[in-house]
């Protein structure tokens, strides 16, 4: 679809859904209006500047955008959404960033944006602090909802970038961007989305059952399930030291419950944490169970899956990613025979990590329905994947009738797999289609997709993006 139908698209829908949280649209400069990037961004009704920090190539605004909090209501209310530019040139493609959680106000570039050379959004997901109203009405936290926040900003800032889009997100970003194409097809020229799991059934986890069966050598599967089950079997003087370290930290234990739950729950964390964030070569740091002290295997679950993680305090951030998993995406649930008789709670669900008073209810359908428009009709959609990344287990599958997807897999990868990692055939591949999808291929590309290559000189700020180690089993 052309620039200019999509714009009249969209302006067709607005009329109808003007609210007090204002138009979100801007027009092109007329003749003597400014062209400065930061006025015409502040011109859109309903931006208001944070702060600037320009970057050397480009300027970077942290910005805030009044959203409704109900698009479906307008004018039941409003709340402040998180978003930065990071603006190169109006002339170039433009990829909208999401990591499904809250937005970095560092300066950074995704993969997608160094691919083709272009400017980036980065939207914070709403209800994480501080994109959250209040008070919190929790049931309008869902993935349509933020799914039209996403649209709603798109037309905001599509009459300045109106070159080609691409949006992009890593883990719940990457199942944010699926959700957002899913709902607004028309919006984006194409998605590039990082291990993004795809929970279809809730209760159904076999594949990750046989993920951990096969994982890695036999070794060091076996080295990480007797350091987690001697966790266990050494609970009381373990959980000792937790106690005196929450005590000294001020940590509480009352969403979870108690501080016993907090600690089963970490422990069971260990072995998808290690795969999550770390590689093969990390087996060899696994100490030996039968010869470890309590201080080295307390070290060791706390380096890998973090004390603080189920502590209230470790909780709070996280609410609305509970809140999601126990509502709409769903949550994994792995068998432990080698803890038989050791676990006193199993895996827990998500509702034990959301405050009572948040009302739940899960909703089966939310995931069925996406996974449904993917293998249907998904078109211009790539989803990577690390090949030991546990969170790969479940997957995004388009059918054969979808036009011009792809899915990769990263060899030896974790859950930081990108198309950098991939093998060079399928590195060129996707990397071309990235190109391609934005408007940006050169024609040796074109004529020869095995030449393709980042647009973008690597900027060792800009790029380093290192994979964030998050306590706790979240995406």
């Known amino acids: 679809m052309s620039k200019a139908l999509r714009w009249l698209l969209s302006l067709v829908v607005l009329i109808g859904t003007v609210s007090t949280a204002g138009a979100a649209t801007a027009a092109q400069p007329e003749a003597g209006a400014s062209t400065d990037i930061k006025e015409r961004l502040l011109a859109i009704p309903g931006m208001s500047l944070i702060e600037e920090k320009p970057y050397d190539g480009y300027r970077y605004f942290v910005l805030n955008f009044e959203q409704p909090v109900d698009h479906r209501r307008p004018s039941k209310g409003t709340f402040q959404q998180r978003l930065t ?4 040139d109006t002339a170039r493609p433009t990829v909208f960033q999401t990591s499904g959680y809250g937005v970095s106000t560092t300066p950074g570039r995704s993969e997608p944006t160094r691919i083709v050379d272009g400017n980036q959004i980065s939207l914070e997901y709403r209800y994480f602090t501080p994109s959250r109203p209040e008070p919190a009405d929790w049931s309008k936290l869902d993935i349509r909802q933020a ?6 900003i798109f037309r905001a800032l599509e009459p300045i970038y109106d070159q080609k889009w691409l949006a992009t997100g890593g883990s719940k970003g990457g199942m944010t961007a699926t959700y957002y194409e899913r709902f607004h097809p028309r919006d984006m020229d194409g998605v590039v989305a990082y291990v993004a799991p795809n929970d279809v059934v809730n209760k159904e986890d076999s594949a990750y059952d046989e993920f951990f069966e ?4 036999a070794e060091c599967r076996d080295a990480l399930n007797a350091v987690q089950r001697e966790a266990l079997v050494r609970r009381e003087p373990l ?17 979870v419950g108690t501080l016993d739950k907090a600690y089963e729950a970490v422990v069971l964390d260990l072995v998808w944490g290690f795969w999550q964030y770390g ?3 990390d087996c060899a740091d696994v100490p030996d169970a039968t010869t470890a002290t309590d201080q080295e295997i307390y070290d060791y679950v706390d380096e890998v899956s973090g004390f603080s993680a189920y502590t209230d305090q470790g909780l709070e951030p996280y609410t609305p990613y509970y809140y999601q998993a126990g509502t709409e995406m769903g949550a994994p649930t792995i068998s432990v025979p080698h803890l038989d008789g050791l676990t006193r709670y ?14 739940m209810k899960f909703k089966h359908d939310a995931m069925r329905d996406v996974d449904t428009w993917v293998r ?7 989803w990577v994947y690390g090949e030991n990344d546990p969170w790969g287990s479940e997957r995004f599958r388009p059918g054969k009738h979808t036009r011009d997807t792809h899915v990769f897999t990263a060899p030896g990868a974790n859950h930081g797999a990108d198309v950098e990692g991939l093998v060079p055939d399928e590195k060129a591949q996707a990397t071309a289609a990235i190109l391609d999808w934005a408007g940006v291929a050169p024609a040796s590309v074109e004529a020869d997709p095995a030449k393709a290559k980042p647009l973008a000189t690597y900027d060792a700020e800009l790029d380093q993006q290192k994979l964030q180690r998050e306590p706790a089993l979240r995406p």
Do not use: C
Request: hydrophobic share 30%.
């Open 85 to 88: 530019v990071l603006h190169k």
């Open 147 to 152: 799914a039209d926040d996403q649209h709603r």
């Open 214 to 217: 096969t994982v890695g050598t």
């Open 239 to 255: 959980e000792k030291k937790y106690a005196d370290w929450a005590k000294s930290e001020d940590a509480t234990f009352t969403t």
């Open 279 to 281: 590689l093969e070569a």
């Open 346 to 359: 199993g895996y827990q669900p998500p509702r034990n990590f959301v405050p009572r008073e948040i009302p």
């Open 376 to 382: 249907h009709k998904a078109t211009r959609m790539m």
